[in-house]
């Protein structure tokens, strides 16, 4: 199975202040498509996850453009510009490149 | 407007079976991937497994760890895709949420609660 490791963030952070978060993966997540099957995911507490970006890069439907997803083959960062109240809760990472999907383990993200 | 809603959870003894439910509405069902999704109070969400759209044939895909004991169907004429738990364990507990996609999971249900106890 594909290994997703995240990142820990130093919490909190102050409001207005962007917020980077990693992920690595422990093969690449490219496939022969040329594509990078990496999913960003927002929990926020007591809901259930939101999908924030997917091929790494490209933003859900209706997801602001504070939040933007960059990387490599097996490392990845989630980077959230200008950071408000309602982008706390917990970011979890997830690789579709093959069976089983697998998610890391998540990062929290508080709100100061 | 896609739904998601998930029936069927509540508290089952070890060694016992289960079957979810996830009604869907809003989309055209037979044109979806749909998973089983479930996350542990407290920890990371894992992916239980997947069946295929009409295109591909409805085939499904496991993750090993449940492998053999769960099953995913779908009803495509009344657009509900089932989970059925077997031999369940203590470390089943967990909220079992339906999603719709293939790679990207853009919708989820609400999840429901599963608690396997004595």
């Known amino acids: 199975d594909i290994v997703m490791t995240q990142g820990v963030l130093p919490n909190p952070v102050p409001s207005g202040e962007s917020a980077s978060i990693t992920c690595r993966s422990s093969?690449?997540?490219?496939?022969?498509?040329?594509?990078?099957?990496l999913n960003w995911f927002l929990q926020r507490p007591g809901q259930s996850p939101q999908l924030l970006t997917y091929?790494?890069?490209t933003r859900a439907s209706g997801v602001s453009d504070r939040f933007s997803g960059s990387g490599s083959g097996t490392y990845f960062t989630l980077k959230i510009s200008r950071v408000r109240a309602e982008d706390a809760g917990v970011y979890y990472c997830?690789?579709?490149?093959?069976?089983?999907?697998?998610f890391g383990s998540g990062t929290k993200l508080e709100i100061k | 407007e896609v739904k998601l809603l998930e029936s069927g959870g509540g508290l089952v003894q070890p060694g016992g079976s289960l079957r979810l439910s996830c009604a869907a509405s809003g989309f055209t069902f037979t044109d979806f991937y749909m998973s089983w999704i479930r996350q542990p109070p407290g920890k990371a969400p894992e992916w239980l497994g997947v069946?295929?759209?009409?295109?591909?044939?409805?085939?499904?895909e496991y993750n090993p760890s449940v492998k053999g004991r769960f099953t995913i169907s779908r009803d495509n004429t009344q657009n509900i895709l089932y989970l059925q738990m077997n031999t369940l364990r203590a470390e089943d507990t967990a909220i079992y949420y339906c999603a719709r996609g293939r790679w990207d999971f853009d919708y989820w249900g609400q999840g429901v609660m599963v608690t396997v106890s004595s």
């Open positions: 091929w790494m890069s």
């Open positions: 093969k690449s997540l490219v496939y022969k498509d040329g594509k990078t099957y």
């Open positions: 069946i295929r759209n009409k295109a591909n044939g409805y085939t499904t």
């Open positions: 997830q690789q579709v490149r093959e069976y089983p999907l697998t």
